[in-house]
């Protein structure tokens, strides 16, 4: 059966020291009530090394935000999926809409950084969804579609079992508007047949879909009653141990 994940995605927040502190915290209280679910924390770059080694023998997984779209060379700046990998990460969160919109990432682009992430190890959790005026016009499916057209459904079955799909509708990220249980279930089950056509229905099967976007302890239980919401991608209530063990707590 397919797992059962409560990812956070801090973005761009958090100095090393506020990072390393908001990680232990974390780490004592799933120490104490171990969670009913898979647990990532999605940090800047800077902190993966400190926190990979940190939550060694935790049950607290570590993401990247993103990873280089070459492998290694004269490219100012850019870390690399191999690098993220030797800090000893997981997972890197790939095709977010921040990164598409603010970084110009093109399908194609998110394509090679994908099969880098998996050429060197790692898991992706790759991020897909539609913005306001195509929830709107009710593009929404096509938008999705295409998006895992576009830079996830050439990967071989053996290399689909890394992948972790986050449909985040743009309009509900940070925004406190969040998709309803029924809106977010129904393209969830669509994402899942999309992936059915593709790989087969066992592979669709174990395949985790997790819903992102102004997520909290609050509404996620009712999200995730959803047959095919496997979990969350969250933002701003990752930044707080208290709220994200709420959402972690959904699961129970
Ligand atoms: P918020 O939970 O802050 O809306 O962010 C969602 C998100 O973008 C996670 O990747």
Same mark, same amino acid.
């Given at each position: ?47 993966? =090394?400190?926190?990979?080694?940190? !939550?060694?023998? /935790? &049950?607290?997984?570590? $993401?990247?935000?993103?990873?280089? %779209? ?71 499916? =096509?938008?999705?579609?295409?998006? !895992?057209?576009? /830079? &996830?459904?050439?990967? $071989?079955?053996?290399?689909?079992? %890394? ?90």
């Amino acid at each position: 059966m397919r797992k059962k994940i409560v990812a956070g995605n801090w973005k761009m927040n958090k100095t090393l020291q506020e990072g390393v502190a908001l990680a232990t915290e974390l780490k004592d209280i799933l120490a104490v009530e171990k969670p009913n679910c898979e647990v990532i924390i999605g940090t800047p770059f800077i902190h993966l =090394a400190t926190i990979s080694e940190m !939550l060694k023998d /935790s &049950v607290v997984a570590v $993401s990247a935000q993103n990873c280089a %779209n070459k492998a290694s060379g004269a490219y100012t700046g850019e870390v690399s999926a191999a690098m993220v990998k030797s800090t000893g990460a997981e997972y890197v969160i790939l095709g977010h809409s921040e990164r598409r919109e603010y970084y110009n990432e093109t399908p194609e682009i998110l394509k090679e950084k994908v099969d880098l992430a998996l050429e060197n190890g790692l898991k992706v959790i790759f991020c897909i969804g539609e913005s306001l005026a195509q929830r709107e016009a009710n593009e929404q499916e =096509a938008v999705c579609k295409a998006e !895992l057209m576009g /830079s &996830v459904f050439h990967l $071989s079955p053996e290399q689909w079992k %890394n992948i972790v799909i986050a449909y985040e509708p743009i309009w509900a990220i940070g925004t406190g508007k969040t998709a309803t249980a029924d809106q977010a279930e129904e393209i969830h089950a669509f994402i899942r047949q999309c992936v059915a056509e593709v790989y087969g229905a066992e592979a669709a099967d174990n395949t985790s879909i997790l819903y992102g976007g102004s997520c909290k302890a609050s509404n996620a239980p009712e999200l995730f009653a959803k047959p095919d919401i496997d979990g969350g991608l969250i933002g701003g209530a990752s930044l707080k141990a208290p709220d994200f063990k709420g959402i972690i707590d959904a699961w129970k």
